[in-house]
């Protein structure tokens, strides 16, 4: 197992177990690895480096709404490459594309395997504890499978408001799944 997923898993490990801070640089660390991934994927079929962050902020919501999908005895690696190569190929479906994205694109992150599982009725209930302005920009993000852009057109705010408001739902969902 590469250093990078013995890290990550540890980081997991203890933000499953309450740790805020380590779940923090869990999220900061994927979203440095996949970065560059992800723009040399999108720049492969023609699309700008502006849709690159809008990818990786879906990458990292996926990433926390299915954490507790993630078996702690199998490699995070192909956990969190499945994520980025499905949020990839989500980008490009909504723009009408139909690209083949080989999988190996995100071999040097992690190889892939299955897709997580849909959490159902739990993505609801910790969406409904966030305040509405989070709550709708995380719906469409995350459950509609809108782009930063097409949410901050849908709900009339600046693409930055609705980054921040990302951000923050992300930080609150997490306080939120910490208490028992």
Request: with cysteine.
């Amino acid at each position: 197992m590469k250093r990078r997923e013995i890290e990550w898993a540890a980081l997991m490990r203890a933000a499953r177990a309450g740790d805020a801070a380590a779940y923090d640089r869990c999220l900061r660390d994927m979203a440095t690895a996949l970065r560059p991934f992800v723009r040399r994927a999108l720049a492969r079929i023609g699309l700008s480096d502006d849709h690159a962050e809008d990818v990786v902020q879906e990458v990292l919501l996926a990433v926390h709404m299915k954490r507790h999908t993630w078996d702690e005895t199998r490699p995070i690696g192909p956990w969190v490459a499945a994520i980025a190569r499905y949020k990839a190929v989500d980008v490009l479906r909504r723009r009408g594309s139909r690209v083949y994205l080989p999988i190996e694109d995100f071999a040097e992150i992690l190889p892939a395997d299955d897709a997580p599982a849909d959490p159902g009725p739990d993505v609801a209930r910790s969406l409904e504890a966030l305040p509405t302005r989070q709550r709708d920009v995380l719906r469409s993000i995350a459950v509609d499978g809108a782009s930063i852009g097409e949410t901050a057109a849908r709900l009339a705010m600046s693409e930055g408001a609705v980054r921040v408001a990302l951000h923050r739902g992300l930080t609150a969902l997490a306080k939120h799944s910490e208490k028992p």
